[in-house]
């Protein structure tokens, strides 16, 4: 089992609440196209991937051209991913094995946790995840089955960037712009680590692991959650941007890149919650602080 660079954990919403607050310093976007429900317009365009002030693996900075296409508002919730596995009975990859990846915070190291899956996601033993939070403790398999289930796809991480950029090639290393992620007056942009990573987490921003998606509110394009919370699922395999041109052929120890960080990112560890960030696992992990959010074509509609 792969685990990715960061972590946060997730439950998700009967009721899928988004803040209707934009975040300071966005500029709001009209959607030139009606979006389906849950969903935004995301413009096309050409936006710089990548940063030559993040790591290698953020190296380097290409242009690249993204057509428009919707995007789920917010990462798909415990209560919507509920309602796909009473629809299909779908059996998530962590209950076939039976266990899933959590980070011990005792001893910050990862471990698989008997019974841990997308309603328990610390283990048999733990509290319930809560509707309105992110799901979590689903493979990129589980990800790609509730995504046909619904007529939707998920992102490559081209078109993850481009829309964490506000679909206009904004360059600040966050969804909101450079301000730190505990802005002016003390307010939080996002569900990150704070505190010493793993050691003590303060919990500042109000939580410990998951938080109901929109609480920190929206960018520009309307997109909850970007930043923090959980990473998330893309369709693309992990490589380098360096092989990006060459042909590939994945195996059994190729991997899924995900995006947005998690509730687990500390900027001294691994500060996933810039735009230009990455992380990866293979397609069959569980992990507590990973989840996903859909597109769809816009030729569908």
Same mark, same amino acid.
């Given at each position: 089992?792969?685990?990715? &660079?960061? !972590?946060?954990?997730?439950? %998700? @919403?009967?009721? *899928?609440?988004?803040?209707? #607050?934009?975040?300071?310093?966005? /500029?709001?976007?009209?959607?030139?196209?009606?979006?389906?429900?849950?969903?935004?317009?995301?413009?096309?365009?050409?936006?710089?991937?990548?940063?030559?002030?993040?790591?290698?693996?953020?190296?380097?900075?290409?242009?690249?051209?993204?057509?428009?296409?919707?995007?789920?508002?917010?990462?798909?919730?415990?209560?919507?991913?509920?309602?796909?596995?009473?629809?299909?009975?779908?059996?998530?990859?962590?209950?076939?094995?039976?266990?899933?990846?959590?980070?011990?915070?005792?001893?910050?190291?990862?471990?698989?946790?008997?019974?841990?899956?997308?309603?328990?996601?610390?283990?048999?033993?733990?509290?319930?995840?809560?509707?309105?939070?992110?799901?979590?403790?689903?493979?990129?398999?589980? &990800?790609? !089955?509730?995504?046909?289930? %619904? @007529?939707?796809? *998920?992102?490559?991480?081209? #078109?993850?960037?481009?829309?964490? /950029?506000?679909?206009?090639?904004?360059?600040?290393?966050?969804?909101?712009?450079?301000?730190?992620?505990?802005?002016?007056?003390?307010?939080?942009?996002?569900?990150?680590?704070?505190?010493?990573?793993?050691?003590?987490?303060?919990?500042?921003?109000?939580?410990?692991?998951?938080?109901?998606?929109?609480?920190?509110?929206?960018?520009?394009?309307?997109?909850?959650?970007?930043?923090?919370?959980?990473?998330?699922?893309?369709?693309?395999?992990?490589?380098?941007?360096?092989?990006?041109?060459?042909?590939?052929?994945?195996?059994?120890?190729?991997?899924?890149?995900?995006?947005?960080?998690?509730?687990?990112?500390?900027?001294?560890?691994?500060?996933?919650?810039?735009?230009?960030?990455?992380?990866?696992?293979?397609?069959?992990?569980?992990?507590?602080?990973?989840?996903?959010?859909?597109?769809?074509?816009?030729?569908?509609?």
């Amino acid at each position: 089992m792969g685990v990715g &660079a960061c !972590a946060a954990m997730a439950t %998700a @919403g009967a009721a *899928l609440f988004v803040s209707h #607050e934009t975040i300071p310093g966005s /500029r709001a976007i009209a959607p030139p196209l009606e979006a389906p429900s849950g969903m935004v317009y995301v413009p096309g365009g050409t936006t710089r991937i990548g940063t030559n002030a993040g790591g290698p693996d953020e190296q380097p900075v290409f242009p690249a051209d993204v057509g428009p296409f919707f995007m789920d508002v917010a990462p798909v919730t415990v209560a919507r991913f509920r309602t796909f596995v009473h629809a299909t009975a779908h059996v998530t990859s962590a209950e076939r094995a039976g266990d899933a990846g959590v980070l011990d915070a005792r001893t910050g190291m990862w471990t698989l946790v008997p019974g841990a899956t997308w309603h328990h996601p610390l283990g048999s033993d733990g509290p319930a995840a809560p509707d309105d939070h992110p799901v979590t403790q689903v493979s990129w398999h589980d &990800a790609t !089955a509730y995504a046909r289930w %619904a @007529g939707k796809r *998920l992102p490559t991480e081209i #078109e993850w960037e481009h829309a964490a /950029r506000g679909a206009t090639d904004a360059r600040g290393q966050y969804p909101w712009g450079t301000e730190s992620p505990t802005g002016a007056n003390g307010r939080h942009h996002a569900n990150i680590w704070q505190g010493t990573f793993p050691a003590h987490n303060t919990a500042a921003d109000g939580f410990l692991l998951t938080s109901a998606v929109g609480t920190f509110g929206a960018n520009a394009l309307g997109l909850t959650d970007l930043a923090g919370n959980v990473w998330e699922w893309t369709d693309s395999w992990f490589r380098s941007y360096h092989d990006r041109e060459r042909p590939f052929t994945p195996d059994a120890r190729s991997e899924r890149v995900q995006r947005g960080g998690s509730f687990l990112c500390h900027e001294d560890y691994c500060h996933g919650y810039r735009v230009s960030a990455r992380s990866h696992s293979t397609p069959e992990t569980a992990l507590f602080h990973v989840g996903f959010r859909l597109v769809q074509d816009t030729a569908r509609r």
